[in-house]
């Protein structure tokens, strides 16, 4: 079963603009991440964020976390073209070594 | 070092054929695993291992077959395929120790058709 939803399913902008997606849970959490999946490819780690943590950064990536609303968002700031991907949050990890994936986000950037 | 490495990238099957997806990487994880991605899905586990010799079921494994002999290998058979067995898969590895351990490294895919 889906552990992680994100939402919106599909999200299309332009070039420069801020580009949010969010992700809801079900069950407690040690870790939440985010992947990207450009078209035809295998998935890559964006980032990784503990449950005792609210806020993230990476480069252009700032990832929030709410335990108490089991939920977690992915912002791009500045979004690029390349940044036209699918992204996914997962959760799991520790001891728990499974990942359970969501059903992802596909990002358009529009140049 | 090459990372995760999957064969074949894509392979066409008929219903009732059996085959093999190869996986292998040499970052020495111990965790490895093989996910299917099917449309409006999202990936979902088939089956993982902790290191040599153990191995596991994931969310959906009937249909499919694992062994882990080494720790650089991790194959998944196929026994009999099916139309619905029609997918992309993905293996994926990470480390157990030391820091990064969470982080999941995959493999470029296979794309399997059954007809």
């Known amino acids: 079963s889906q552990q992680g939803e994100e939402d919106p399913q599909a999200l299309s902008i332009q070039e420069g603009e801020n580009a949010t997606m969010n992700c809801s849970y079900k069950?407690?959490?040690?870790?939440l991440q985010w992947y990207r999946q450009n078209s035809g490819r295998g998935l890559v780690h964006l980032i990784l964020i503990r449950s005792n943590e609210r806020e993230k950064h990476s480069g252009r990536l700032r990832v929030t976390l709410d335990t108490s609303k089991k939920s977690s968002s992915l912002l791009i700031t500045a979004s690029r073209a390349a940044d036209t991907a699918s992204y996914f949050c997962a959760t799991g990890g520790g001891s728990n070594y499974k990942l359970t994936f969501g059903k992802g986000t596909l990002l358009t950037v529009n140049p | 070092n090459a990372g995760v490495t999957q064969t074949p990238k894509f392979q066409v099957l008929k219903t009732g054929q059996s085959m093999t997806l190869q996986c292998a990487q040499d970052?020495?994880?111990?965790?490895m695993s093989w996910y299917r991605q099917d449309p409006g899905m999202g990936l979902r586990l088939i089956h993982y291992s902790v290191g040599a010799g153990i191995t596991d079921q994931g969310e959906v494994p009937n249909g499919y077959n694992v062994s882990r002999s080494t720790t650089e290998d991790f194959p998944l058979r196929l026994l009999s395929a099916a139309p619905s067995q029609t997918s992309v898969y993905f293996c994926a590895s990470k480390g157990t120790s030391g820091g990064a351990t969470e982080t999941q490294y995959f493999g470029p895919g296979t794309r399997l058709l059954v007809l």
């Open positions: 069950t407690s959490i040690n870790n």
């Open positions: 970052m020495n994880h111990e965790y």
